[in-house]
């Protein structure tokens, strides 16, 4: 998954300066923040309805593909702010072995 994660983050890199007209990735990133922000929105949004959705019957490719598009999103976004999927990962990994009701105990928020 990683190898994944990071290859496609590569080619945002890539793109992200490329022509906005021949390019989605550098038009995001030359709409700027609030751009990228909606979209981001907007996936998170279609992934909660795809998911709400197979309650309803619908199968659930549906829920893969919005998925996909909302991690695409958020790795345009961390891109916006040089970061990329190792750094969300390494974050992952240091929560292995810490119960997720302590680690949010621990943030203080609700």
Do not use: C
């Not at 992200?16 to 030359?30: C, E, G, H, N, R």
């Amino acid at each position: 998954m990683a190898d994944t994660l990071t290859k496609l983050a590569k080619i945002i890199e890539e793109r992200k300066d490329q022509d906005p007209s021949t390019s989605y990735v550098a038009l995001l990133q030359s709409s700027g923040l609030n751009k990228i922000l909606e979209k981001v929105g907007e996936e998170a949004i279609e992934t909660i309805l795809a998911a709400r959705d197979i309650q309803q019957g619908d199968d659930k490719s549906k829920l893969i593909y919005e998925t996909a598009d909302l991690w695409f999103h958020t790795l345009v976004m961390l891109s916006k702010f040089e970061l990329g999927p190792q750094e969300v990962l390494d974050e992952l990994e240091k929560r292995f072995g810490t119960s997720g009701l302590d680690e949010k105990a621990s943030r203080g928020t609700g």
